[in-house]
């Protein structure tokens, strides 16, 4: 089992730059597919991005070119780097751990959340 806390989320204006953090416990970290979900108000929480245990990364189009996804494993967190934020990016955005081979994208393919981190963009 992992535990995820996520962190850096705030206010920024549109055009700037936000980089989300993610600290997971456990020894385990490295054998697990990363992804990064968010959900804005009255809308379904939905794939951002994701990097599997052998660093291979994939995106939702809507952050293609913008957000960056990394891991550490020596310091088990992963890393959202979100560059040209608009105001459309708004959301609470969750940390999330799975098992399966690959990147899914599918929230019911990750058993392990975090609490989640306000990001407001203003125009």
């Known amino acids: 089992q992992v535990q995820l806390v996520e962190s850096g989320g705030g206010l920024v204006q549109a055009g700037g730059s936000l980089r989300l953090s993610c600290a997971a416990s456990g020894r385990t970290f490295s054998t697990y597919t990363m992804g990064w979900f968010r959900q804005a108000p009255g809308k379904e929480r939905e794939f951002v991005a994701g990097?599997?245990?052998?660093?291979?990364?994939y995106y939702a189009d809507s952050v293609k070119g913008r957000f960056t996804i990394s891991r550490d494993n020596a310091k088990n967190t992963v890393y959202l780097q979100m560059n040209s934020l608009k105001p459309e990016d708004t959301a609470v955005y969750y940390c999330?751990?799975?098992?399966?081979?690959?990147?899914?994208?599918?929230?019911?393919?990750?058993?392990?959340w975090g609490q989640g981190t306000q990001v407001t963009v203003s125009s």
């Open positions: 990097i599997s245990r052998s660093g291979g990364t």
């Open positions: 999330a751990a799975s098992s399966m081979v690959g990147v899914p994208t599918a929230p019911p393919r990750y058993p392990y």
